[in-house]
């Protein structure tokens, strides 16, 4: 199972409208800094998925992206309150910074979601929920697919 921070990372990227469903199978999530985008696959009842995260790749656990897409294809609706409060996380910059540190991101997440007026309680209540909801499914882990290079930033002549 992944971490309860990915979790956090695919509501946001529900939040921020990052997800587009290409078809009855593929999806594409662009990461919160906009420097890659994911490819996911899964099947008509999501229980077999494929992604070219990092996480899904490497660690071998399911990634934000892949989580997002399960989101977004309906297979679990999490409340609009929920998504919209993790929207305009700059999620790599976080990781980043606590040095994926997975408790410390969502300590700083959190008391920036009490800061501006939302729930860290029911935020932290929904993602475990969304956990619940993937252990009861049991993912399979599709094809391995290596993650994408980030795109260069463009240059300003």
């Known amino acids: 199972m992944p971490p309860l921070v990915k979790v956090y990372e695919a509501l946001g990227a529900i939040g921020d409208g990052r997800v587009r469903i290409e ?3 593929r999806a594409t999530v662009t990461s919160s800094d ?5 490819e996911v696959e899964t099947s008509a009842d999501g229980r077999e998925i494929a992604s070219n995260d990092n996480a899904s790749y490497w660690q071998g656990y399911l990634g934000y992206p892949a989580i997002a897409v399960l989101l977004a ?6 409340p609009a309150n929920v998504t919209d409060a993790l929207a305009g996380v700059s999620w790599k910059e976080l990781n980043r910074r606590h040095k994926n540190d997975w408790a410390a991101t969502i300590a700083e997440v959190e008391k920036a979601l009490e800061q501006s007026g939302h729930d860290p309680d029911a935020v932290r209540s929904e993602a475990e929920s969304v956990l619940s909801f993937l252990r009861a499914i049991g993912p399979v882990r599709g094809k391995r697919t290596r993650p994408p290079s980030e795109r260069p930033a463009a240059r300003i002549h």
């Open 34 to 38: 906009g420097s890659k985008t994911y």
């Open 73 to 78: 294809r309906g297979f679990y609706r999490a």
């Open 23 to 25: 078809d009855g199978r």
